[in-house]
């Protein structure tokens, strides 16, 4: 159904990882109360998060930096392979590359992943039904960020791969009625000092 009003969806990727992924690093949890400081002039009406401790305390602090609202836990936010392509969608010159990365992908991972890849387009994206305009956030992880900018691009649903974000970083993306989606801002760190930018890419893709 086509809304009468735009959603405003904002996207975080969650603040640096322990290496067992049990919670967050110190540089995660500053990560995550900056961003959160950010976010304090925006109408937001939700922050949804995925439930696993990285993206859940993460989602705790950023909510700690804002007005009283809903903090949702919610499996369609959550760490998944949203689509594993075949061989003949990639480019010929990254697809031994791509299905390497893949490899490991087990069938049921498969198909819970394309399951949750469409719930999340269903419950995230689009125009909303009303007459106010919608914020929301997704405390997610670089998959679902990935999938969720690559449908507002209109790009092969393989397109996913190769899109990186980093930690705490924040996207956002606009749905208006009648207008394709449009990407505002991508992979920003404005609200990070330089010390705290791009963890969770490799030294040599820090720019």
Known sequence: MTGTATRYLYLARHGEALPDESGLTPAGRQQATLLGRRLRDIPLTAVHHGPLPRAAQTARLI?????????????????????????????????????????????????????????????????VDGEEDRHELVVTHNFLVAWLVRDALHAPKWRWLGLNHANAALTVIRYAPGRAASVLVANDMRHLPTELRWTGFPPEQHI
């Open 63 to 127: 909510h700690d930096q804002l007005k009283d609202l809903p903090l949702l836990t919610s499996e369609v936010a959550g760490d998944y392979v949203p689509y594993v392509p075949q061989k003949d969608e990639l480019p010929p010159e990254a697809s031994d590359f791509y299905l390497r990365f893949l490899a490991d992908t087990t069938d049921e991972e498969r198909e819970q992943g394309a399951v949750l890849a469409r719930q999340a387009l269903d419950l995230f994206t689009g125009p």
